[in-house]
């Protein structure tokens, strides 16, 4: 991918974003904390009332890739891809391009919390075990849920769609598995939490939770490619 696509969509407020989400959740994070304490997510199982805390957090977590990731493809899909997209020749060959843009958002969001959160932390969260499994699963989350998102937003023309999906994921069902410890493992916004998955981890589970968003993103993909075509 070029760097202009990447400067387009890590751009200034993009930055900001990131910056002020990782100082909010630093600063309301108590003890010792590394990235993990602060991405990890929680697990129900762990407490027995509900975790307002918690539940908060996590949605906050999530959304500046999300956010930053809609607000660059709404902007694409507007008046301006009818001339970007003649330059690209194909529609598939003009996604592919803000694909690896929504990919760079959701992965240099994860990198740059775990650099910052191990500069003004030092605990050495990165040699914690499970370090690189909690990589993999709040990246495959928050990007499965941009994807969405964005394909929300090419079908209906405007981010309505995609606010409400996102307060549906990251708030509605989040209260439901704190509420109801026993269905969280069956729901999506505790795929990206290393600690109820690590809680929950059994034999195919981790693989069926991948798997499951690999196909999800694969639609989100069909939808936004047909949506262009409209």
């Known amino acids: 991918m070029n760097r202009k696509m990447i400067s387009r969509i890590m751009d200034k407020r993009a930055i900001a974003i990131y910056l002020a ?3 909010l959740l630093f600063a309301v994070t108590p003890g010792q904390k590394d990235v993990l304490d602060i991405l990890g997510g929680f697990s129900p199982q762990e ?15 999530v959304l500046p890739p999300v956010a930053v990731s809609i607000l660059f493809m709404d902007a694409e899909i507007g008046g301006l891809r009818f001339y970007t997209m003649v330059r690209a020749k194909t529609v598939k060959k003009w996604f592919f391009l803000r694909f690896m843009g929504i990919v ?31 990589l993999l699963l709040f990246f495959v989350h928050s ?19 995609a606010v409400v999906f996102y307060l549906a994921v990251e708030g509605i069902m989040v209260v439901i ?3 109801f410890p026993q269905t969280a493992a ?11 998955v690590g809680e929950a981890c059994r ?22 490619i047909k949506g262009l075509r409209a």
């Open 203 to 224: 034999s195919g589970y981790l693989l069926s939770i991948m798997g499951i968003s690999a196909v999800v993103i694969a639609g989100a993909v069909i939808g936004i």
């Open 104 to 134: 760079a958002a959701n992965l240099l969001y994860l990198l740059l919390f775990a650099v910052l959160t191990e500069i003004c932390a030092g605990n050495g969260g990165y040699k914690r075990r499970g370090f690189l499994l909690f």
């Open 21 to 23: 989400v990782f100082l």
């Open 143 to 161: 990007f499965c849920v941009s994807m969405v998102s964005v394909a929300l937003c090419t079908q209906s023309k405007g981010i309505h769609m």
């Open 177 to 179: 598995g704190d509420i």
């Open 47 to 61: 407490s027995r009332e509900p975790d307002m805390i918690g539940m908060m957090r996590w949605s906050l977590c």
């Open 186 to 196: 069956y729901l999506p916004p505790y795929w990206g939490m290393i600690r109820q």
